[in-house]
């Protein structure tokens, strides 16, 4: 499965769960964020990883720090550049396991916590 198939089945994935789909592939100087979505009045910034075995672990397990501050920064970027800034916001992580190619989603709401970075408006 491709990042490409991974996003896709992730994103109408939330769908099913009530997401809003905002944003696709965020990029900006700081990276990249494959999802934003609303959740109610939450905003949502999603991380996919998918692989083909859990026989090493979840793909969840490859977001560490840097990249949770990596992301961090993109969201902030994405907050200021869209003026939501301060909206309630979150990180989620869908993690997609593609084992004998019956892909397995699961979804871990609010995944890690950063704190965003001052933004001056």
Not at 12 to 38: H, M, S
Not at 59 to 73: D, T, V, Y
């Amino acid at each position: 499965m491709t990042g490409k198939e991974g996003e896709e089945l992730a994103s109408a994935y939330l769908v099913r769960q009530g997401y809003r789909i905002v944003a696709r592939n965020f990029k900006c100087a700081y990276g990249e964020i494959d999802l934003i979505a609303w959740e109610g009045k939450t905003l949502v910034f999603v991380e996919v990883k998918s692989r083909s075995s859990a026989k090493f672990g979840g793909p969840e397990g490859a977001i560490n720090f840097q990249k949770q501050m990596k992301i961090s920064r993109v969201a902030a970027d994405f907050l200021t550049t869209k003026k939501l800034w301060p909206s309630p916001c979150r990180f989620d992580v869908v993690s997609i396991v593609n084992e004998a190619k019956k892909p397995s989603v699961t979804l871990f709401k609010n995944a890690f916590e950063v704190a965003l970075p001052e933004l001056t408006l």
